[in-house]
């Protein structure tokens, strides 16, 4: 058998390729079981495992991880054609005593690929999808349960916001809360887990163009001790001013928010605070601010500013 599952969440990938090698071969070991990651291992080396025949058991299964040169990202590692050729050939002859997995971890994937073409035609395609709203509060309440943890209907939404919905990250947060007691909050979800970095971005740049200058720089200090680098801060409040850029232009071309929103591919409650702030900045000056945080990053790297005060004096200065 050959078998291509494909999803955003990596531990729901991982769960549902255990579930399958574990149906299909019974017991699972070292011996019967074998995993290669794809971006450091030859696709050679894994149709040559496929060919030998299993060791002490009837079946074994072949793992290839990181098969993402079969998703639908613009950016996916590109095969040789002489490595797709020679995934072409075992798929026309495959080793019924093995079975061959393999796992792309992206939402969609390139059904032009000739591979995907040949797995579909001879074997399955399973795409692990990701949880409604819905089911995933269901999963958290149940991993808190597990816990015997109480939660807000208040704090799990929150929760969800700050984890992105990231099975991997829900799993380690959860177990993280569960020291901290049987009742989550809303307050005890503010002290124990994090914003993530792009909200806190978000945040930090609507701070400055409302001309909040201190919450911007108690966010920006508290972000320093937390150790995030100012450079890399820098090109994150550079994406956030240029997408404001782009919302202000596009709403004096007369396009409607919904337009705007679908436009740019954002959620349309972002262009409705974007637009709010129109009455505290000018679509000039946040060019010119964008200008000036690409001189400030360019003298940063060029050892003329230090980056930590650097950063600081823009935040001040901004929009003067």
Known sequence: MVCLIFGAQDLMIKNRLNKLINERLGVVNDFNCVKFNADTVEIFDVIEECKL???????KAVVYDNANFLSGDKTKKVLTKENEQAILNYLE????????YFVVHSSSLNLANPICKKIK???KIIESVDPSDKEWQDYVYKLFAKYEIAIDKEAIEEFLKRTNKDAMLINSEVKKLSLYGDKITLNVLNLMVAKPLEDNIFELVNYLVTNKKKNAIELYRDL?????EPVALIALIATQLRFFVDVFSLHLENLSQEEIATTLKVHPYRIKLALNNQR???????????????QLDYDIKSGKVDRFFGLELFILNFNK
């Open 53 to 59: 025949m299993p060791l002490e058991t009837e079946k």
């Open 93 to 100: 002859h495959t080793n019924e005593y093995c079975d061959l």
């Open 121 to 123: 035609e001879i074997g």
């Open 224 to 228: 320093i001790v937390k150790n995030e």
């Open 280 to 294: 505290f900045i000018s679509l000039k000056s946040l060019k010119e601010s964008l200008e000036k945080l690409y």
